[in-house]
C-alpha cells in the first residue's frame, strides 16, 4: 500500500508522515506550492512558504522517502484567492482554508493521489477517519482543544475512504513527543496561524493589494440610523465584530450589519446581535443527508461549542433554527452539523 | 551510478568524468596557492591555471589563452557576456532570442533598470531563431545580440554562423555572444566557424565539477567585469581562482573532444532507441523539434492526456530519473518560457518530458528507458 501525505513543513503532517511509514505503507511526501508573488516564486514569510517546503523536504529525507513539491498555483488562486477577494468585497467573511479543502485538497490533490499510484492521501489534521461496518465517518481528533473536523466537514464517502488522518488519534503533546523521539526537526516548530497566501500577516494590506481601489470608506451607524462614526472601508469588517471599530459610546458595540453598496457599517450591542437562525448552501454529506426538519448539533464558528438546531430543506438551501438565539454567525463562514463526536456535513452560511 | 537507476537528465547535470574526478584528486591538496601570490605554492598554482587556460583555449579553437575568463559556471558567464558588453559600449540596448536560457534573459532585464532597452527575437515553432527574426531588430543602438547554440528543453540547434554573419553585415562591430553549455556536451565546437565575440561554457554540463564554467571573449571584444574586487582573470572577472576546479573542469573538456565521436554514437543510438520506441507504443507521442537539427542525446516529447508532473513522480518511483527542463526554487515545475515561445498552448506544454542522454548511457538503456515510460504512461491513461 501507498500514501501519499500532503507535508506541509509542519510537526503535525511530519508525524503523520512517520506513522505511516510505522503502519507499513510506502510513503510519497508533497507539498502544494499554492501561491506565488509576481516573481513567481514562493513567498518567504507566513505559512506554506519555501523554507516550510524546505523543512518539509528535510523531513522527508530524514525519513528516507522520495518528496515532491506540487504546482498547485493556478488552482489554489482560482478556487481559493480570487473567491476570498471576491467574497470580501461582497461583504462576506469567507473561509479561505475550507475552501482550499475544498476545491483544492480533497478534489485535486485526492484525483492526483491515485494518479501517483497511492492508495491513501494523508494530512496532518486533528481529526479521526473510522470505518464502521462499511460506512466512513468523520470523528473529532482524540485532542479536543486542537479538533479540526470543522475544516474537513465536505469530505464524502469516496473521500473518507482514501484519506487517513493518523495524527488525530493522538493529543498533540503526544504529536509533539514523537517527534522528538524521532529527532525530527519539526518537533518544536510553533503552529502556523495565518492564512497562506497573506504573507504580509493583515488580511486587509492583501485585499487591497488584491483588489485595487477597495478600501473605500463611509459611515459607521447605529440601529436608528444615526451617524457614529467613520470607517476606512467595509472591507476591514466581519459580522460580530467587536474590536476595531473606531467608536467609543461606554458599553461593548459590535458590528451587526455591513451594507457593501452604501459603504456603511451598524452596529449594536450584543442583544442586537442575537438571530434564531441561518441559511446555508452548498451542502454536503459525510454519508447519507439529514432528514429534512432533523434536529441536529451545529457549529457556526470554528472555535464554539455546539449548539442544537432545526434544519428545514428551502429549495437548494437549507435553514437552520438554533434551539436558542446565537450571535448572529458572518456570511461566508461555514455551518458543521455534529452528532456527537461525529460529523455530518455542513455547508457556507449565506444569511 | 545505482544500477537500478537510469538517468535521463544529463542536461540538468551530468556525472563527472573520470579525468575530471583524477585531475580534483590531484589538485586538490596540491595547489593550496593563491594564484595571484608571489612565492612557490603560488606559482605552482598558478602554472596549473595558465596550462588549462591554454588547453582551454586549444579546445575551442580560440586564438590566444586570454580569450579565455574563468567564471563560476554557465549563469555568471551569460551575465558577464551580456551585462558585461552591454556596460562597456556607450550603446544602450541588447537584442536576444527568446528562448535563451533565463540567465540571459534575466541578465537582458536587469540591464532595463540602467536605462538599456532590450528586443527578444522570436523563435519558430520548431523552437528555432531565424537570422532575420535578429537581424531585423538590430539597430545603430545595439550594444550586443546574444542567441544561444543549442537550446537547454528541446536541443534544437540554432545556426549561429549565420546569425553571426547577418549581423555583421549590417554592422561588424557589435559583440554576439552564444551560449554554448549545451551544444559542446554534444557537437563539435570551434570559435572559428562560429564567429562569435563571446561564449559561455558550464564545466559540470560536461563531466566537469560544478560551480566552475567559463566565457570565450574574442581579443576586439571589450566587456566590462560585473563583479567587482580584484584583478583576478586579466581584471575581467576578480576573486581567487578556483584552480583545482578549473583543472578539472579542462580536464574534462579534453575528454569531451577526444570522445565526441563516441558520445554521440553511443547517447545519441540510445536516445534513437528510445525515441522510436515511444513512438511505435504509441503514435499519438510528439518528438519537440523533431523535424529540425537537434543535439543527438536530447529527446523531449510531448505525451497527450499525462501530465508530466505526475509523469516524472511515477517515473521517479521506478528510478527513471527526467526532467522537464523548467522549475522553481522550491522543485515545483513552471510554464516554459521556451515551449510558450514556441507557440505550445500551456495545457500540452504541461504534458511534455524531456530526457536527455550522457556520456556513461550504457547501451540497452534507450530501450529499457522507454519500457518504462511506456508501461507509466499506459497505468496513467
Not at chain 2, 110 to 121: E, N
Not at chain 2, 217 to 240: F, K, M, Y
Not at chain 2, 312 to 325: K, Q, S, Y
Request: proline residues 4%.
Amino acid at each position: 500500500m501507498k500514501a501519499l501525505v500532503a507535508m506541509s513543513g509542519g510537526v503535525n503532517s511530519s508525524v503523520a508522515a512517520a506513522l505511516m511509514i510505522e503502519q507499513g505503507y510506502d510513503v510519497i511526501g508533497v507539498t502544494l506550492k499554492q501561491w506565488e508573488g509576481p516573481n513567481g516564486l514562493m513567498p518567504v514569510a507566513g505559512c506554506c512558504t519555501l523554507s516550510d517546503a524546505e523543512d518539509a523536504r528535510r523531513v522527508a529525507a530524514q525519513l528516507d522517502i522520495p518528496y515532491y513539491v506540487l504546482d498547485y498555483v493556478e488552482e489554489f488562486t482560482e478556487a481559493v484567492v480570487k473567491p476570498f477577494a471576491e467574497g470580501y468585497q461582497r461583504g462576506l467573511t469567507p473561509n479561505p482554508c475550507i475552501e482550499c479543502n475544498r476545491k483544492v485538497r480533497f478534489t485535486a490533490l485526492l484525483e492526483r493521489t491515485e494518479a501517483l499510484g497511492c492508495d491513501v492521501l494523508v494530512t496532518g489534521h486533528h481529526a479521526r477517519v473510522e470505518e464502521h461496518d462499511g460506512v466512513w465517518k468523520l470523528r473529532k481528533a482524540v485532542d479536543g482543544t486542537k479538533d479540526q473536523s470543522y475544516v474537513l466537514h465536505m469530505l464524502d464517502q469516496a473521500g473518507l475512504s482514501k484519506v487517513r488522518l493518523p495524527v488525530g488519534e493522538m493529543t498533540k503533546t503526544v504529536v509533539r513527543e514523537r517527534a522528538a523521539e524521532l529527532g525530527l526537526r519539526t518537533a518544536s516548530k510553533p503552529d502556523s496561524q495565518d492564512i497562506c497566501f497573506v504573507t504580509s500577516g493583515d488580511y486587509r494590506d492583501f485585499l487591497a493589494d488584491m483588489v485595487p481601489g477597495m478600501e473605500g470608506g463611509g459611515d459607521v451607524l447605529d440601529l436608528d440610523g444615526a451617524v457614529v462614526g467613520h470607517h476606512e472601508g467595509t472591507v476591514g469588517f466581519t459580522i460580530g465584530q467587536r474590536k476595531g471599530l473606531g467608536v467609543s459610546v461606554g458599553e461593548p458595540r459590535y458590528v451587526v450589519d455591513i451594507e457593501v453598496e452604501d459603504q456603511t457599517i451598524t452596529i449594536g450591542r450584543y442583544e442586537d446581535l442575537l438571530t434564531d437562525g441561518c441559511v446555508v448552501s452548498e451542502m454536503s454529506f459525510t454519508n447519507e443527508p439529514i432528514s429534512n426538519g432533523e434536529h441536529v448539533e451545529v457549529k457556526v464558528r470554528y472555535r464554539s461549542e455546539p449548539v442544537g438546531a432545526v434544519a428545514v430543506l428551502e429549495g437548494d438551501l437549507w435553514r437552520f433554527t438554533f434551539d436558542e438565539p446565537q450571535a448572529r454567525p458572518a456570511p461566508g463562514q461555514t455551518l458543521v452539523m455534529y452528532d456527537g463526536d461525529y460529523v455530518l456535513g455542513g455547508g457556507v452560511i449565506v444569511a | 551510478m545505482n544500477p537500478d537507476e537510469i538517468y535521463l537528465d544529463h542536461a540538468a547535470t551530468t556525472p563527472m568524468r573520470p579525468a575530471a574526478i583524477a585531475a580534483l584528486e590531484e589538485s586538490f591538496g596540491v595547489m593550496y596557492g593563491n594564484a595571484a601570490g608571489q612565492h612557490g605554492a603560488a606559482r605552482r598554482a598558478k602554472n596549473a591555471l595558465e596550462e588549462a587556460r591554454e588547453q582551454a583555449a586549444e579546445l575551442i579553437g580560440a586564438d590566444r589563452p586570454h580569450d579565455i575568463v574563468f567564471t563560476s559556471g554557465g549563469t555568471e558567464s551569460d551575465n558577464l557576456a551580456v551585462m558585461g558588453a552591454a556596460m562597456a559600449s556607450n550603446r544602450r540596448s541588447v537584442v536576444v532570442s527568446s528562448i535563451e536560457h533565463k540567465a540571459v534573459l534575466e541578465s537582458a532585464a536587469s540591464l532595463t533598470r540602467s536605462g538599456y532597452s532590450v528586443r527578444i527575437a522570436s523563435c519558430d515553432r520548431n523552437g528555432v531563431i531565424h537570422p532575420d527574426a535578429v537581424a531585423q531588430l538590430v539597430e545603430g543602438d545595439t550594444a550586443v545580440v546574444s542567441v544561444m547554440s543549442a537550446n537547454n528543453e528541446t536541443g534544437s540547434i540554432q545556426p549561429v554562423a549565420e546569425i553571426v554573419e547577418r549581423v555583421r553585415s549590417l554592422d561588424h562591430t557589435i559583440p554576439i555572444h552564444t551560449d554554448a553549455a549545451q551544444y559542446f556536451v554534444g557537437k563539435s565546437l570551434d570559435i572559428a566557424e562560429f564567429g562569435v565575440d563571446l561564449l559561455s561554457l558550464s564545466g559540470h554540463k560536461f563531466g566537469g565539477p560544478t560551480g566552475v564554467g567559463m566565457l570565450y571573449v574574442s581579443s576586439t571584444t571589450q566587456i566590462e567585469s560585473v563583479l567587482v574586487g580584484g584583478n583576478q582573470e586579466a581584471g575581467r572577472r576578480p576573486g581567487t581562482s578556483n584552480v583545482a576546479g578549473i583543472v578539472a573542469m579542462v580536464a574534462a573538456m579534453s575528454e569531451v573532444v577526444r570522445n565526441r565521436q563516441r558520445f554521440s554514437e553511443t547517447a545519441g543510438a540510445e536516445r534513437d532507441v528510445f525515441e522510436r520506441s515511444l513512438l511505435e507504443s504509441d503514435p499519438t507521442i510528439a518528438v519537440t523539434a523533431g523535424g529540425v537539427d537537434r543535439l543527438a542525446h536530447f529527446s523531449h516529447v510531448h505525451i497527450p492526456g499525462v501530465l508530466a508532473e505526475t509523469l516524472l513522480i511515477r517515473l521517479d518511483a521506478v528510478g527513471v530519473f527526467a526532467a522537464t527542463g523548467s522549475a522553481c526554487q522550491s522543485g515545483a515545475l513552471e510554464a516554459s518560457h521556451v515551449l510558450t515561445a514556441m507557440g505550445m498552448p500551456g495545457d500540452v506544454a504541461q504534458e511534455c518530458v524531456r530526457f536527455t542522454f550522457g556520456w556513461d548511457t550504457s547501451p540497452g538503456t534507450g530501450a529499457a528507458a522507454a519500457d518504462q515510460v511506456i508501461e507509466t504512461v499506459r497505468a496513467l491513461r
